[in-house]
């Protein structure tokens, strides 16, 4: 059951982390480009310059939220675990 849960947290913290940094990266580059970031559909339009930038930044920012990710849902899982401890025994 605690590998559920690991499990479960982990995705859910991942998943959350993961949106609300693609919605900050998207709002960043508009306000560094000017322009909206690139779409699938739109990436024909888009500079060789400006597509590498903001491929490198995205995966940057993707590593980083996935390492913080994992290191927030062991901490929530833990205070989960020690607070389920806590109520079992009473």
């Known amino acids: ?12 913290v991942s998943m959350a982390g993961g949106f609300v940094a ?10 560094v ?3 909206n ?4 559909d739109q990436i ?3 500079s060789i310059k400006k597509a590498l ?3 490198v930044t995205s995966a940057a920012i993707s590593a980083a939220v996935q390492v913080l990710s994992q ?7 833990a205070k989960l ?5 806590k109520s079992s025994e009473v």
């Not at 059951?1 to 982990?10: G, I, Q």
């Not at 693609?22 to 306000?31: A, C, L, R, V």
């Not at 290191?71 to 899982?77: E, F, H, I, L």
């Open 81 to 85: 675990r020690a607070s389920y401890g």
């Open 1 to 12: 059951m605690d590998k559920l849960m690991d499990k479960a947290v982990t995705i859910g």
């Open 44 to 46: 024909d339009a888009v």
């Open 71 to 77: 290191r927030g849902a062991k901490q929530a899982t």
């Open 53 to 55: 930038v903001f491929a």
């Open 22 to 31: 693609s919605k900050i990266f998207e709002i960043g580059w508009k306000q």
């Open 37 to 40: 970031a690139p779409k699938d």
């Open 33 to 35: 480009t000017g322009e």
